[in-house]
């Protein structure tokens, strides 16, 4: 006889259990399937905190190569990946345990397996270790399956062979040079990381921009500092044609049009970082009524409901942004949601809000935006205005010797109301982050300029856009 929850959740991961929490705080009766090898979800175990771990070493290696301008003397400098690779499975078998911890505690059950749905209140259960399939029924669910990594055709590539950000994830040995297939957040983030620890790096990206969606401004800064660096060539606006392997250097060959040109570039490895997809294989939302794109994303409204009333999505699953915070407060809607559904919970409806969403890239130097980029606050016929100022003019980032970049404000020039803003340079995705509480209290630029800035800091520059668009004609 198959067991019935109220509130059944398909995948672990930060939405899921964001989720299944909030679901067991309303009273609701419980479950999380998972049938991942491994519990945790992709920003703990191949995500967000692997890859920061990574950096870390690698901006420190660098930052002791440029000791000499701080009067410094710093000699018989090495890298051992083996021991970066090692400190990073303590600090993620540290988070991961955890993770487990909070899924396996007496909150809900945990049913490690795979489902596929069977019907629109039930699913389909193939036990992650052998076994017998069985039936689960739910009166309410959440899709939160998470994301995988891309698969791309492009002549050749399957059969030469690439890596994944997971293989650099894991590698105790790197090759000396790579070839980077894409330009947006993960191919930039391994790619600094990769010529931080040495490596030569070529970055080949489609369109005529690297980070596509962000501000042309923006996209240039990071591009033209990243490519000041030793051994690392970003090359935008490019067709991808083919993938060989030369037969005498056993190298792997990147051929691809430019201007109109056919060109190639030679490594030892490729790194394909060329996006994810939306994990929605195999689960059958069909047999539920549960609509996808053509992308294989699950539909769903700001209340995260899907075209079947009592079904929920969140996460990478769903978008529209593949980042933590917002999978968390997606899962959290949606247990919120399926309590209304099931008569359990008194409070409104609850949905997702857009308007102050963060994006942060680790590269060196880091970016990281909140709220609307000028294109779409054009797009939105929007009156605004925008400044900028440089850090290579700003007195803290001169003594740190982090001079790459510029803030960002953008306002609504009718009501002076900061809309947006951008950085790229020193501690960005630190920075933005009193602009986002400035917009979540609706402030004007004037108002922000009655906060008081310490100096000297990174943050005070703020402060200097924030004239420019108060007191400009």
């Known amino acids: 006889m198959s067991k019935t929850y109220d509130f059944l959740v398909i995948g672990g991961g930060s939405a899921g ?17 998972d049938g991942a090898p491994e519990l945790g979800g992709l920003c703990i175990l191949r995500g967000c905190m692997p890859s920061k771990t990574l950096i870390e070493s690698s901006n420190r290696f660098r930052a002791m190569r440029r000791a000499s301008e701080f009067g410094l003397s710093a000699e018989n400098l090495s890298v051992s990946t083996e021991k970066i690779i090692a400190r990073k499975r303590v600090l993620i078998d540290d988070f991961a345990s955890y993770r487990q911890q909070q899924l396996q ?32 029924e739910f009166k309410t669910s959440l899709i939160s399956a998470g994301s ?33 297939l894409g330009g947006g957040a993960i191919a930039l983030e391994m790619a600094c990381y990769l010529e931080g620890i040495g490596r030569n790096v070529t970055v080949i990206q489609r369109s005529d921009q690297v980070l596509s969606g962000s501000d042309r401004d923006v996209a240039d800064a990071v591009k ?22 030369d037969p005498e250097s056993g190298k792997k060959v990147v051929i691809f049009e430019k201007d109109g040109k056919e060109q190639q570039v030679e490594a ?57 915070h917002i999978a968390i407060e997606q899962g959290e809607i949606a247990a919120n949601n399926a309590a209304i559904h099931l008569g359990k919970n008194a409070r409104p409806i609850r949905k997702m809000d857009y308007r102050l969403v963060l994006l942060g890239i680790f590269t060196d130097p880091e970016v990281a935006t909140v709220g609307l980029t000028e294109e779409e606050a054009k797009k939105k016929g929007l009156s605004l205005a925008s400044a900028t100022y440089p850090f290579d003019d700003h ?35 630190e920075l933005i982050h009193e602009i986002t509480v400035a917009m979540h209290f609706h402030c004007t630029t004037e108002e922000f300029l009655k906060i008081p800035h310490y100096h000297p800091t990174l943050s005070e520059i703020w402060t200097y856009p924030a004239e420019d668009l108060l007191f400009s004609d």
């Open 148 to 180: 995988k990594i891309s698969r791309i055709h492009i002549d050749g590539l399957e059969e030469t062979g690439y890596w994944t950000s997971n293989d650099v994830l894991d590698a105790e040995t790197v090759p000396p040079s790579f070839i980077v």
């Open 268 to 324: 030892n490895e490729i790194l394909q970082a060329l996006g994810r997809s939306p994990h929605s294989d195999g689960l059958q939302t069909s047999e539920a009524n549960v609509a996808v794109d053509h992308k294989g994303r699950v539909e769903c409204g700001p209340d995260q409901r899907t075209s079947t009333e009592h079904i929920f999505a969140a996460g990478d699953i769903c978008g529209p942004h593949e980042i933590v």
């Open 105 to 136: 505690d007496e909150r809900f059950d945990l049913i490690r397996g795979h489902a596929s749905f069977s019907s629109p209140h039930s699913v389909t259960v193939r036990p992650l270790g052998g076994g017998d399939p069985f039936e689960v």
């Open 395 to 429: 007195g803290k980032s001169m003594v740190k010797g982090e001079t790459h970049g510029f803030v960002k404000m953008i306002a609504n020039t009718e009501t002076g109301e900061i809309v947006g803003a951008a950085v790229v340079g020193p501690e960005a995705t």
């Open 17 to 33: 259990y964001a989720a299944a929490r909030t679901a067991h705080e309303f009273g609701l009766k419980t479950a999380v399937v």
């Open 224 to 245: 033209d500092a990243i490519n000041e660096r030793e051994n690392i060539n970003i090359i935008t606006g490019t067709s991808l044609k083919r993938v060989t392997l």
